[in-house]
C-alpha cells in the first residue's frame, strides 16, 4: 500500500479565522463560544454557540458566486484554498485527473433550508432563489472545491453526523493508498448556528445551559458539564502520496499511518454502553496503522462535554490501552471551538497534525472539577509541550457511527 502524508492544512473556527489564528488560540487556551448574534435567542433554553466573526467570504469566493452558496460551503471553499496554498501543490493539467475532494457536512444548508421556508410560506414559490438547492446540497462543498481549483479526480461527501469530517479523510486517505489518486483535498464544514439547529438540538436536551458563563459552557470530561455548544467553521487537509510529496520538496506535517471505523448498532443519540464500539474503532485504527498502543502519545478526544459521551470514551480508552492510558495526554479542543458537527474531525484532524509537528499539545480548559469516572489526563487549562510520535483523532456520530484517524510523526 502507498504512504499518505499531510502537506497543508487550512482552517476557519470560533477561535480564529485561518489555521494561525486558530492555532495561537487554542494554545493560550482561548474559548471562542459567545452569546449568539445570529438570531434572537433570548426564549431559547440554550443561547450561546461558537460562531465565526468577521469572516470575509469574498476573500475567498467573487460576490456573484457566494449567492449560489450557505455558509457551510464559503467555509469549506475558504479551509481548501488557504490548505492548498499552505502546501504548496499546484493543480494543473498535468494533474488534476489525479487529484480529488472529499469534503462533507453533517448537515448542510440547515439555515438556507430555514430562510427560504419562510421565504416560500411569506412570498410564495416564484420567490424562492434558482440556487436554493445548490446551496444547501451536502455534497456542493466538495463540488464547488472542486469547480474552484480544478480537481477533476474522485468527489464525493460522507454524511455521517459528528463523525463526518474524519470519515472524509479516511476515505481520501484510502485512494490514495489504492492507487486512485495522488492527492485529495478533505475535511469537514458546518455551518447550523440557525434558530431551528439551536432548536433542535435544544428539544433533545443536547445542549449546555450554562448561558451567564459561555466562555465556560464546554468543559469536558468536567464533572459538572451539562451539554455540548454548537460551534461552527471548516478544517481541510491536503493528502499526497509519498513520493509525490518527496519529488516535489513538499513540507510534511504528518503521515496518515491508519483509519478506523465502527458502528455501535445500539441506540439512535446515545453511545453503546462502556464505548464498545469506539472501542473497537480505535483499536482498527491502530491495526490498521501497524502502531502498538504503547507509542500512542496523544489522543484529541470526541469529548463533547456531555455526560455519556465522556464517560464511555474514556472507559473507551481504558479498554484499548490498558494500563498505558493513564500515560496519554488527551485533550478536548471542543472545550475552546464548540463541537462543529460535521466539520469536527476536520478541524481536528488539521489540529493533530500541528500538534504532531510542533510538539505542542493543546489544552483542555474549563477542567475544573474532576468527575471520578473521566479519570486520565486531560491536560488541564494549559497547553502542554510534548514530543508526540503517534496520535489520534475520535469522532463518533448519531447513528451509533464511529472514526478515528492515526497520524505518526514523519521519517
Avoid at 73 to 102: H, K, P, T, W
Avoid at 193 to 220: H, Q, W, Y
Avoid at 312 to 318: C, L, Q, S
Wanted: glycine fraction near 12%.
Amino acid at each position: 500500500m502507498r504512504r499518505v502524508v499531510i502537506t497543508g492544512i487550512g482552517a476557519i473556527t470560533p477561535v480564529g479565522k485561518d489555521m494561525a489564528a486558530t492555532w495561537e488560540g487554542l494554545v493560550q487556551g482561548r474559548s471562542g463560544i459567545r452569546r449568539i448574534t445570529r438570531f434572537d435567542a433570548s426564549d431559547f433554553p440554550c443561547q450561546i454557540a461558537g460562531e465565526v466573526d468577521g469572516f470575509d467570504p469574498g476573500l475567498y469566493v467573487e460576490k456573484k458566486e457566494q449567492k449560489k452558496m450557505d455558509t457551510f460551503i464559503l467555509y469549506a471553499m475558504a479551509a481548501s484554498q488557504m490548505a492548498l496554498a499552505d502546501s504548496g501543490f499546484v493543480i494543473d493539467s498535468s494533474n488534476a485527473e489525479r487529484v480529488g475532494v472529499v469534503v462533507s457536512s453533517g448537515i448542510g444548508g440547515l439555515p438556507a433550508i430555514e430562510k427560504y421556508h419562510k421565504v416560500l410560506l411569506e412570498r410564495g414559490p416564484r420567490k424562492v432563489t434558482q440556487f436554493f438547492i445548490p446551496m444547501v446540497l451536502i455534497n456542493l462543498a466538495s463540488g464547488q472545491i472542486a469547480i474552484r481549483l480544478g480537481a477533476k479526480g474522485p468527489n464525493t461527501a460522507p454524511v455521517t453526523a459528528c463523525a463526518t469530517g474524519t470519515h472524509s479523510i479516511g476515505d481520501a486517505f484510502r485512494m490514495i493508498q489504492r492507487g486512485e489518486t495522488d492527492a485529495m483535498i478533505a475535511g469537514g464544514a458546518e455551518s447550523t448556528i440557525c434558530a431551528l439547529g439551536v432548536g433542535g438540538f435544544s428539544a433533545m436536551k443536547a445542549l449546555s445551559t450554562r448561558n451567564d458563563e459561555p466562555e465556560r459552557a464546554s468543559r469536558p470530561f468536567d464533572a459538572e458539564r451539562d451539554g455540548f455548544v454548537m460551534g461552527e467553521g471548516a478544517g481541510v487537509m491536503i493528502l499526497e502520496e509519498l513520493e509525490q510529496a518527496r519529488k516535489r520538496g513538499a513540507a510534511i506535517y504528518a503521515e496518515v499511518a491508519g483509519y478506523g471505523q465502527s458502528c455501535d448498532a445500539y441506540h439512535m443519540t446515545s453511545p453503546a454502553p462502556e464505548g464498545e464500539g469506539a472501542a473497537r474503532c480505535i483499536a482498527l485504527a491502530l491495526k490498521d496503522g501497524g502502531v502498538a498502543p504503547e507509542e500512542v502519545d496523544y489522543i484529541n478526544a470526541h469529548g463533547t462535554s456531555t455526560p455519556y459521551n465522556d464517560e464511555f470514551e474514556t472507559m473507551a480508552i481504558k479498554s484499548v490501552f490498558g494500563t498505558h492510558a493513564g500515560k496519554l495526554a488527551i485533550s478536548s479542543t471542543k472545550s475552546m471551538t464548540g463541537h462543529l458537527l460535521g466539520a469536527a474531525g476536520g478541524v481536528e484532524g488539521v489540529i493533530l497534525a500541528k500538534v504532531i509537528r510542533d510538539g505542542v499539545i493543546p489544552p483542555t480548559i474549563n477542567y475544573e472539577f474532576p468527575d471520578p469516572k473521566c479519570d486520565l489526563d486531560y491536560v488541564p487549562n494549559e497547553a502542554r509541550q510534548h514530543t508526540v510520535r503517534a496520535a489520534l483523532s475520535n469522532s463518533m456520530g448519531f447513528g451509533g457511527t464511529n472514526a478515528a484517524l492515526l497520524l505518526r510523526r514523519f521519517s
